[in-house]
């Protein structure tokens, strides 16, 4: 159906159960002067629907994204501990992190494992796969309610545990991933960010640390599923690699990993639970040139499908807030 909010250029959203909410601008407007217009009214779409897809605006260049961020009225959110490389493309707007295009990159969350976090994730298409590469968008209140009691009644008592280990010359470096050089500097953020630190022979450094994994929105209340548990298993790893991997480091020794909040191992048929409960809300945002996407990152987890060709991402974190600011079920601790 269509919605018709209120504004001096009327903005009409098509609003489908269980998808974004879309609006299709018919004109060619300066993008931040139009998003500044309807702010109020995006900003209710989000918050309702979870995510917004304005098509036609278009925002073709990253400049573009950090004024509209501007215009939302919203700071950057910088990236506190990246999983994976990216190229910062304009003030506070940086590429898709690299990820290999065969592989599909399954819902998870901006900085789900921190303390703070951004609440709105501004995306721009800039250049659209020649095939594949639709967002893949998934919504935590459903999810949550999708999953097996028994098993979100324990993540609920427990939070979970995500350990995370660096070696040298074997994936992305400490340095990369904190945005620092010196052990100090890394024993520093670790010790602000409530993250557990051990060195071990070699240079190789090891993280632990435990987060909620069902928050409740700072902004609207809801409950949402709001955690990486099933993005950095170790099931999530093909299973000719997870073996060798399990073979050369052992148990404990796996570039990441999670687990339940005591400690406990997560086996797979729990790892299955959790992905068929984001299968059950996922819902696939094909990409086209200058499309931009007001995605909120507790209400919505989001990945990608595989994609051949060019495949440009423009992403501006925005919003910052602290996991206190959203009633965690375990208080978050190292």
Not at 114 to 136: D, H, K, Q, R
Request: include cysteine; charged fraction near 25%; proline fraction near 8%.
């Amino acid at each position: 159906m269509n919605a018709l909010l209120p504004g001096r250029d009327p903005l009409r959203a098509e609003v489908v159960p269980g998808r974004p909410a879309t609006v299709v601008v018919r004109r060619r407007p300066d993008p931040a002067a139009w998003v500044g217009e309807h702010r109020e009214e995006l900003d209710a779409l989000v918050r309702r629907h979870g995510a917004v897809l304005i098509a036609g605006l278009p925002v073709t260049r990253p400049s573009a994204v950090a004024a509209v961020r501007g215009a939302l009225g919203l700071p950057a959110a910088g990236w506190r501990e990246r999983f994976a490389a990216g190229r910062e493309l304009a003030d506070g707007v940086w590429s898709a992190p690299e990820w290999p295009a065969d592989r599909e990159q399954c819902l998870h969350h901006d900085e789900g494992y921190g303390v703070e976090f951004p609440l709105l994730l501004l995306i721009a298409c800039l250049t659209p796969a020649n095939s594949g590469g639709a967002m893949l968008l998934g919504d935590t209140r459903a999810a949550l309610d999708a999953l097996p009691a028994g098993l979100v009644a324990r993540f609920r008592a427990e939070g979970w545990r995500f350990d995370r280990t660096f070696r040298p010359h074997f994936g992305p470096s400490w340095s990369e991933a904190f945005g620092v050089d010196e052990p100090a500097a890394v024993e520093k953020v670790c010790a602000e960010r409530l993250i557990g630190f051990q060195w071990l022979p070699d240079g190789v450094l090891r993280l632990t640390r435990r987060r909620s994994a069902v928050v409740s929105h700072p902004v609207t209340g809801d409950e949402c599923w709001f955690n990486d548990v099933g993005f950095f298993s170790r099931w999530s790893v093909d299973t000719t690699e997870r073996n060798l991997l399990l073979s050369a480091f052992g148990e404990r020794g796996l570039p990441f990993d999670t687990w339940f909040g005591d400690g406990g191992a997560i086996d797979e048929a729990a790892w299955r639970s959790i992905l068929d409960a984001y299968d059950a809300v996922t819902v696939r945002l094909p990409w086209r040139a200058g499309d931009l996407l007001l995605l909120d990152n507790l209400l919505t987890a989001h990945g990608r499908e595989p994609y051949a060709g060019p495949w440009q991402l423009a992403v501006a974190p925005a919003d910052p807030v602290p996991l206190t600011a959203c009633r965690p079920t375990v208080t978050p601790s190292s």
